[in-house]
């Protein structure tokens, strides 16, 4: 039995190990799926934000240098910006300029940045139209603008507007004129009795018939250059604390009538002398050579020097004040605080670029005026404008105010140019403009 059992045990050991010895069975490998084409995601289209920038004198496809420079500006800023798309809107410089910008920043439509003036800064700020600047500053732009272009700028200590520059209006004068009447150009300073006497040797008739006349200066109200004259006996416009109107007072009235008698009692200026607009100025001073000394800002000149005009520059004459005076505006960009903030950041990015100091370097010929930071260099060398940067530092500038720009700028024009054209005494028209000026200013201090 036991042997039985044995011989089993072994057959079955036997059949085990031939089974496991048998060939090795090969693995079914299920087919690999085909891959699906894979899609690329699909690629986000960066967001275009567009401003509707307002620029003063700028013409689209003008050859003066105002518009060149700007259109190269916007192309470089464009170019460095792709997400900004800046649309440009041109005004003149002149009330009809005035009112198309006033009508878009009421409406606040339409409009994201412009050149604002010093005097309507403190206005608009006031209605809640300008967007701070301050939240957009860096420590380095904060150290580069001269403190006094913050001041300008400020509206009970915000600053709402970024500075440019500052206009200093000198005298360009037309050298083939002085020459062709044998008149020397003065030697630095000079006063008002010889300013006087020079522009009536420069008035005469050509033999063609062709008549020439000592000197002008564009008188609308926007781009009033002679400003600076009214200046030249010591008076000023408004008190030092922008309180009271005193335009009034004696030493305003005698400027006054000395800027009058150019006109009225020398005859040295052209027939419409005193009510010509910027643009007549310009042509009778560059294209027809009918006037041989323009009162101007500082812009006209980098047109002059590029058609290579017969130029110099000189300084405003002295008066009873005993030393050179100027005027002029502060150039100021300010950004409209609109819902949309993509491009309000948009507007203080093109403006922090236009009145940087890169872009004098980016764009030669672009500064027309002395600039407002410390790193601002571009003008040093230069012949015609390193005069203007010196007459900086002679510079009276009224305190801003929240005067209506109908008082402030067009009424008192035309009660200026009362006086000019002979219509009203300068002491009665002076009196009959404080009334409503004092009366505004009252109404803003109470």
Same mark, same amino acid.
């Given at each position: 039995m036991n042997k039985l059992f044995t011989l089993v045990l072994?057959?079955?050991?036997?059949?085990?190990?031939?089974?496991?010895?048998?060939?090795?069975?090969?693995?079914?490998? @299920? @087919?690999?799926?085909? &891959? +699906?084409?894979?899609?690329?995601?699909?690629?986000?289209?960066?967001?275009?934000?567009?401003?509707?920038? =307002?620029?003063?004198?700028?013409?689209?496809?003008?050859?003066? &240098?105002?518009?060149?420079?700007?259109?190269? +500006?916007?192309?470089?800023?464009?170019?460095? %910006?792709? %997400?900004?798309?800046?649309?440009?809107?041109?005004?003149?410089?002149?009330?009809?300029?005035?009112?198309?910008?006033?009508?878009?920043?009421?409406?606040?439509? %339409?409009?994201?940045? /412009?050149?604002?003036?010093?005097?309507? *800064? @403190?206005?608009?700020?006031?209605?809640?139209?300008?967007?701070?600047?301050?939240? =957009?500053?860096?420590?380095?732009?904060?150290?580069? /603008?001269?403190?006094? &272009?913050?001041?300008?700028?400020?509206?009970?200590?915000?600053v709402y507007a970024w500075p440019l520059w500052v206009t200093a209006i000198t005298i360009l004068v037309n050298t083939d004129i002085f020459k062709e009447r044998g008149v020397e150009l003065p030697k630095g300073d000079w006063t008002y009795e010889q300013f006087v006497e020079t522009a009536r040797k420069l008035t005469f008739t050509r033999a063609d018939g062709t008549k020439v006349y000592g000197v002008t200066a564009s008188a609308k109200a926007g781009a009033v250059e002679y400003w600076p004259m009214l200046y030249i006996d010591g008076g000023r416009i408004l008190s030092p604390d922008g309180k009271k109107f005193i335009a009034n007072q004696p030493e305003f009235i005698s400027a006054l009538e000395k800027f009058a008698d150019l006109n009225l009692k020398y005859k040295v200026g052209p027939p419409d002398f005193g009510v010509a607009d910027q643009a007549t100025v310009q042509s009778q001073f560059q294209k027809n050579k009918t006037v041989a000394m323009d009162i101007s800002t500082p812009g006209f000149i980098r047109t002059l020097v590029n058609e290579k005009f017969p130029l110099a520059v000189l300084?405003? @004459?002295?008066?009873?004040?005993?030393?050179?005076?100027?005027?002029?505006?502060?150039?100021?960009?300010?950004?409209?605080?609109?819902?949309?903030?993509?491009?309000? &950041?948009?507007?203080?990015?093109?403006?922090?670029?236009?009145?940087?100091?890169?872009?004098?370097?980016?764009?030669?010929?672009?500064?027309?005026?002395?600039?407002?930071?410390?790193? %601002?260099?571009? *003008?040093?060398?230069?012949?015609y404008f390193s005069l203007v940067a010196k007459a900086v530092q002679y510079g009276v500038y009224e305190p801003p105010t929240e005067v209506p720009n109908e008082i402030q700028n067009t009424q008192f024009v035309a009660a200026l140019q009362s006086v000019i054209l002979g219509q009203k005494s300068a002491k009665a028209a002076m009196d009959e403009i404080a009334v409503p000026y004092q009366k505004a200013l009252d109404e803003i201090n109470k």
């Open positions: 072994l057959m079955v050991i036997l059949t085990t190990l031939a089974i496991g010895c048998g060939p090795t069975p090969v693995p079914t490998t @299920p @087919p690999k799926a085909t &891959a +699906a084409p894979t899609t690329p995601p699909p690629t986000a289209t960066p967001k275009v934000t567009t401003i509707v920038f =307002y620029q003063r004198g700028y013409v689209a496809g003008g050859t003066d &240098a105002g518009s060149v420079t700007t259109a190269k +500006a916007i192309e470089l800023f464009q170019k460095a %910006n792709p %997400n900004v798309k800046v649309e440009i809107v041109g005004i003149p410089w002149t009330a009809e300029g005035d009112t198309k910008l006033e009508a878009a920043l009421a409406a606040k439509a %339409n409009i994201n940045i /412009f050149r604002v003036t010093s005097p309507n *800064l @403190p206005r608009y700020a006031k209605q809640g139209i300008l967007s701070e600047i301050t939240p =957009y500053l860096t420590a380095e732009d904060k150290a580069d /603008f001269y403190q006094s &272009a913050f001041d300008i700028a400020s509206y009970k200590g915000k300084p405003i @004459p002295m008066g009873k004040l005993g030393k050179p005076v100027t005027n002029g505006a502060f150039g100021l960009y300010a950004v409209v605080d609109v819902p949309d903030k993509d491009k309000v &950041a948009a507007a203080h990015a093109l403006a922090k670029y236009l009145t940087g100091s890169q872009i004098g370097i980016d764009i030669p010929g672009y500064q027309l005026a002395p600039g407002l930071r410390r790193s %601002n260099k571009n *003008l040093d060398q230069d012949p």
